[in-house]
């Protein structure tokens, strides 16, 4: 073997023992981080600013409260236009976030390092949706989020749906069920990787609904879904998500199979949360 060979071989294998042993420094930190206690005065927060937090079961809410540790270490949260954004803020955000985790060990919000948190309503850069960005341009609701990019979110519609947690709207479920979706490779309303049965079923179950969602928004019909999701799929995908989790009994009652659906690919029961 050329000497010059031998050199790059030598390089890509000391490349790759930095890459392990980042990897399991990391590894062991996450670990450490969810094994510790939540802060006490986060928890207090919680209880008192996020209502859901205290109906979890206690097994969850200790879960949660590692992977609050974990978020606050990994993300930064910022505060945008002179926006001062407290502890107490950020374990609100990032409670919202990882409930919806709780239950999937392996599924973190990868490519996601950076939160900036508005007051209120901003003025999005970008309000298209191109499969790699989506913003959110409605009353109540404000977020956007940039595929494998940052997050952005207005800080009054994050302490509105943490603290209305029954009325099935929340822009932190919201966004980070768009961050899920998107970990499949694109933000499509199919929040899967890998097993081809598996995405088959959901598209089968997604899609007439989707249709349905759609064609009854358009007549101008009630509906139980937020009508936001007739915008596309990863809209309706999304508005699904904050009902879900917010709404469980009456999800549930309505539409007992897109229900049970959900509760497959979250790992979650929220109906029994009451
Ligand atoms: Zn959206």
């Known amino acids: 073997m050329r000497p010059g060979a031998l050199i790059l071989l030598a390089l890509l294998a000391l490349a790759a023992i930095l890459w392990v042993g980042l990897r399991l420094r ?16 986060l928890k207090t ?3 008192h600013d996020f209502p859901t937090y205290s109906r979890l079961p206690n097994d969850m809410r200790a879960r949660l409260d590692g992977l609050v540790n974990q978020f606050l270490d990994e993300v930064r949260i910022v505060g945008a236009e ?3 954004v407290t502890d ?3 374990a609100i955000i990032a409670a919202q976030a990882c409930l919806l ?3 999937r ?15 209120s309503g901003y003025v999005a850069k970008q309000v298209s949706r191109d ?6 341009r409605r009353s109540h609701r404000l977020g956007e989020s940039w595929f494998r990019g940052p997050l952005v979110l207005s800080w009054r519609d994050a302490a509105d749906g943490a603290a209305n947690d029954r009325d099935g709207r929340n822009v932190v479920y919201h966004e980070f069920a768009h961050r899920l979706d998107g970990r499949s490779g694109a933000m499509d309303g199919a929040p899967l990787t890998g097993d081809e049965t598996q995405a088959n079923a959901w598209a089968r179950a997604m899609q007439p609904r989707f249709a349905r969602h759609q064609a009854d928004v358009e007549a101008g019909a009630a509906t139980f879904l937020d009508p936001y999701g007739a915008t596309n799929p990863a809209e309706f995908f999304a508005v699904a998500v904050e009902a879900f989790i917010e709404r469980a009994a009456a999800f549930r009652a309505e539409d007992p199979e897109l229900y049970a659906l959900f509760e497959r690919q979250l790992q979650l029961s929220p109906h029994e949360w009451d």
């Open 101 to 103: 985790i709780v239950n």
């Open 26 to 41: 990391r590894n062991a930190r996450r670990k450490r981080l969810r094994q510790t206690p939540l802060a006490p005065d």
């Open 88 to 90: 107490g803020m950020r």
């Open 105 to 119: 060990p392996a599924v973190w919000y990868d490519h996601l390092s950076t939160i900036y948190v508005y007051p």
């Open 45 to 47: 927060v919680l209880a």
């Open 82 to 84: 002179d926006l001062k």
């Open 131 to 136: 499969g790699l960005i989506v913003s959110e």
